[in-house]
């Protein structure tokens, strides 16, 4: 069975960092692509990265480029988002997905970020 | 501000069949493949159709979906409670380098 389980959320100053992880099981995690999105409390979703299998290709949404950074390990079946200078905006609950519209396409329950002072 | 135009409410009665629409441009829908996701109350959203029409196995057939250039539309026939949910459309932007979401339309079942 296919899982992904986020976790590193929780709450964090303004101008903190946080670092997210997703760990991968059931699956060869080295083979798919994998990206991160959110959700805002009561908002919709916001797609903020993605990487390749082999991490040669990334790609970020405008609202974080600059901040976070996207990386993963293959051989810990793993992927993770750096998080730096975090803004209140960011507060939302962060989900890892593997292949965005594919037949595979499967996501984590997320974890909670919370940027507050 | 969501790239992609969601109603953000829907909603229709057991049995009714209700369609929900996703308005782009020429750098998403208009030429690339759009999927639908269907989210229940605290839960992760899960992948309800992708490449425009395919259904993912487990999928019901009430589920389907239609793209005509730079609009598509998800309908859902035969509404049941449980299809109570907040949905939302997707695809890849060639100008933007990523994935775009609709803001999510919040189908009641009445």
């Known amino acids: 069975e296919v899982q992904l389980v986020e976790s590193g959320g929780g709450l964090v100053q303004p101008g903190g960092s946080l670092r997210l992880s997703c760990a991968a099981s059931g699956f060869t995690f080295s083979t798919f692509e994998m990206n991160w999105v959110r959700q805002a409390p009561g908002k919709g979703l916001e797609w903020l990265s993605y990487?390749?299998?082999?991490?040669?290709?990334?790609y970020y949404a405008d609202s974080v480029k600059g901040r976070f950074t996207i990386s993963r390990d293959n051989a810990k079946n793993s992927l993770y988002l750096q998080m730096n200078s975090l803004r209140v905006e960011d507060t939302a609950v962060y989900y890892c997905a593997r292949g965005l519209g594919n037949d595979y396409d499967s996501w984590g329950q997320g974890t909670l970020v919370t940027v507050s002072s | 501000q969501s790239v992609l135009t969601q109603p953000p409410s829907a909603s229709g009665t057991p049995g009714q069949r209700v369609i929900i629409s996703c308005s782009g441009d020429s750098s998403n829908i208009g030429s690339k493949a759009v999927n639908w996701y269907q989210q229940l109350p605290g839960t992760a959203p899960k992948l309800l159709i992708y490449r425009n029409n395919q259904r993912p196995s487990g999928v019901p057939d009430r589920f389907s979906a239609s793209k005509s250039g730079t609009s598509a539309s998800l309908a859902i026939s035969g509404l049941q409670s449980e299809d109570e949910a907040d949905y939302f459309c997707a695809v890849w932007d060639d100008s933007l380098n990523g994935w775009v979401f609709g803001g999510g339309t919040k189908l009641t079942v009445l």
């Open positions: 990487i390749s299998s082999t991490a040669t290709t990334i």
